[in-house]
């Protein structure tokens, strides 16, 4: 699933290619996503400009200047721009060509993806207005999760993975944030302290940020002859790596299910109630 790094990622990848370009052509092959397209959105797009590429969690904006498209690519959705008319492949879902002739196209094998259309503030839209604060600000910190933690006995992982809370931190970052902090994953969230989560934001800042960077390295992939987007291959030191040695102490790392997610944790080095031991 892509995550918020994916998504930024995919945000930089398009951006310069689309960027004050006018749409001049819209292709919809499908409809029915989870939910669906606008039936009249081919026609509402021609001759848009797209002033710029936003991201809010993991919803891309295509803001132009009547309005807005909101997009989410679900599990298994991505953006890719194609620098000539390129035959669809059976998941290739839309496509939307510029003056610039470049295309923009959206595959979504499992179709969990968004592809809307909103002339209100897209910020206002009732997909995005209930959103928690983004990660990478600095809204997100130590004091704010101990404030919203209050009264909260939900292990903090699930809490890091609440986009009411913060948006857009998924397991595989949960995890490896949980890890970096030395935070056992099923610490009830309201008993960790200020200074705990301080640095539970401050790891969750850095391996977003590390991602990206990653993902910016790979840019150069995200026009090829596929057009298939360049995501990264992740460097993850708990995720996915469930009875392997743990990369600080050599334990074999536990796996183990929060809130239906499975988890993978050291158990030396992720305490519920002391600091991890240097
Ligand atoms: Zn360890």
Known sequence: MPELPEVETTRRGILPHIEKQTI?????REYRFRWLVPSHLAKILLGRKIINVERRAKYLLLVTHEGTIIIHLGMSGSLSILLEPTPPKKHDHIDITFSNNKILR???PRRFGAFLWTEENPHQHELLQ???VEPLTKNFTGRYLYLSAKN???????????NKIVTGIG???????LFAAGIHPATPANSLTIERLDKLVKAS????????KRGGTTLKDFV??????????NQLKVYGRAGQPCVACQTSLHLMQIGQ??????????????PRKR
């Open 24 to 28: 001049v052509k819209v292709i919809i």
């Open 106 to 108: 959206f595959t979504d």
């Open 130 to 132: 209930h959103l928690g």
């Open 152 to 162: 909260r006995k939900a292990p903090i992982k699930s809490f890091l993975m609440d």
């Open 171 to 177: 397991n595989i970052y949960a995890t490896e944030a």
């Open 205 to 212: 800042k850095e391996i977003l940020r590390q991602a990206i």
């Open 224 to 233: 090829n002859s596929d057009g298939k987007p360049g995501y990264f291959s």
């Open 261 to 274: 997610r499975s988890t993978v944790y050291c158990k030396k080095c992720q305490s519920k109630l002391h």
